[in-house]
């Protein structure tokens, strides 16, 4: 049986064949597909380039071969190339068994009207929410702020509209998303045809977990770490950048890491000079791999992630497997990790603060917390969500032998 993967990412193709992404996806990750189908196809936005290809994530291996969509970027790009790149998604739905999308994304945005019209089984891990997703409140331009409120809702009626076309949704989070876009299985009970579940994207295993955290020093430098991509605002540097502001002014001694990169970084870095504040402040970069950032979240004493967007964020659960008290903010799924008292209501600098100072002067609630986190943690460890998984792919597997299923 084989698997159509439409995937949101970039890949890259080297000389030799071998293909790569920029972001999240390797061979290992293409694997949870595998544990159920034989093959798979992975349906993506490929992009050339001369500049060298970074190779930490391969996604090529045993199994696995690729349809390549014209890479475009943004609604204006996607409109030119949407006639070529849905000629190539048909093509692809009809030589395989059954589909499943990541979604809300272009790529699932093209897919859906052309699964309508086939006799294919699909299914969707649904991973993120486009309302909170292009919140433009930070725009000062009306203009923008118009269009982005109409993007915002395409994407709000796509995503609700692909959950209930779907014969399956697995969501990243409990409750959240399945509130704001309830698949058929949600709203009239599951079936051979319909079926839903939930588990996270995340691949934690049992050595990733720290068993035991050191003791910090008394009177050293408290050190806040965030991680995210640099490429828009609404992971919440800005606001990580204001706290500490806050926080130095009122007398602590902290500083702040951020792992990650992207095309704001330089933007973020001259912020944080206007503040005054850029002896305090680090940017790691990209990391690759999960010891290399372990490395940095285990040299940290708290996880701050101010973001404005999530479905639910593997860093998040990152920073608690590794023992670490977190402050966030209470948007899609994040309070069914946190406690409420470590999420600021409005997601201000002053808020957040507040908290932190809070975290600073008690080491026993600080120590609680961390220990909470870690607990919450172990529920996304790797031998908890691949029987969720397979059992999610096993359905969808099981339609595609009975299609008849489908038009009944």
């Known amino acids: 049986m084989k698997l159509l993967v439409v995937l949101e990412h970039r890949f890259f193709q080297d000389s030799d064949g071998a293909v790569y992404c920029e972001r999240v996806v390797d061979y290992n990750f293409i694997k949870r597909y595998l544990n159920v189908f034989e093959e798979v196809v992975v349906c993506g936005r490929f992009k050339t380039t001369d500049t060298s290809i970074n ?25 030119f190339k949407y006639l070529v790149t849905r000629g190539i998604v048909n093509s692809a739905i009809k030589d395989c068994d059954a589909v499943l999308l990541r979604a809300p994304s272009p790529t699932s945005f093209i897919s859906l009207s052309a699964l ?19 919140n433009a409140t930070t725009e000062k331009s009306i203009l923008k702020r118009i269009a982005y409120r109409f993007i915002q809702l395409v994407w709000i009626k796509h995503a609700k509209n692909v959950c209930m076309s779907a014969n399956g949704v697995s969501y990243v989070t409990e409750h959240a998303l399945q509130k704001e876009y309830p698949c058929r299985a949600e709203v009239y009970g599951e079936s051979e045809r ?8 995340i691949n934690l295993k049992s050595s990733h977990f720290c068993s035991k955290k050191k003791q910090k020093p008394q009177n050293s430098i408290f050190t806040i770490c965030h991680t995210g991509y640099m490429d828009g605002t609404t992971k919440g540097h800005i606001t990580v950048l ?13 500083n702040v890491k951020f792992i990650g990169s992207g095309d704001l970084l330089e933007s973020f870095k001259d912020y944080a000079k206007k503040l005054g504040i850029n002896e305090n402040v680090k940017f790691v970069g990209n990391l690759y791999g999960y010891s290399e950032v372990q490395k940095e979240l285990l040299a940290s004493d708290m996880f701050l992630f101010p973001t404005m967007s999530e479905g639910l964020p593997r860093s998040l659960i990152e920073a608690m497997a590794n023992r670490l008290p977190c402050v966030s903010s209470p948007v899609d799924g994040i309070p069914e990790l946190l406690n409420s008292k470590f999420l600021a209501p409005n997601n201000s600098p002053e808020e957040i603060a507040q908290i932190v100072e809070y975290l600073i002067d008690n ?6 917390a961390a220990q909470d986190n870690y607990n919450k943690s172990k529920e996304y460890e790797e031998a908890v ?5 397979n059992r999610f792919y096993t359905k969808l597997y099981n339609l595609a032998l009975n299609k008849n299923l489908i038009n009944n």
Not at 385 to 389: A, D, E
Request: no cysteine.
């Open 194 to 201: 319909f079926f839903e579940d939930s588990y996270s994207t």
């Open 116 to 134: 309508k019209k086939e006799n294919t089984p699909f299914a969707v891990e649904m991973a993120a929410n486009p309302r909170t997703a292009l």
């Open 363 to 368: 080491p026993s609630v600080r120590e609680k």
């Open 242 to 254: 204001d706290t500490l502001n806050v926080l130095l002014k009122r007398g602590y001694i902290v």
């Open 55 to 79: 190779r930490r994530l391969r996604v090529d291996g045993e199994n696995v071969s690729f349809v390549k969509l014209p890479d475009f970027k943004g609604p204006l790009e996607m409109a």
């Open 385 to 389: 969500l691949t029987p969720r998984r």
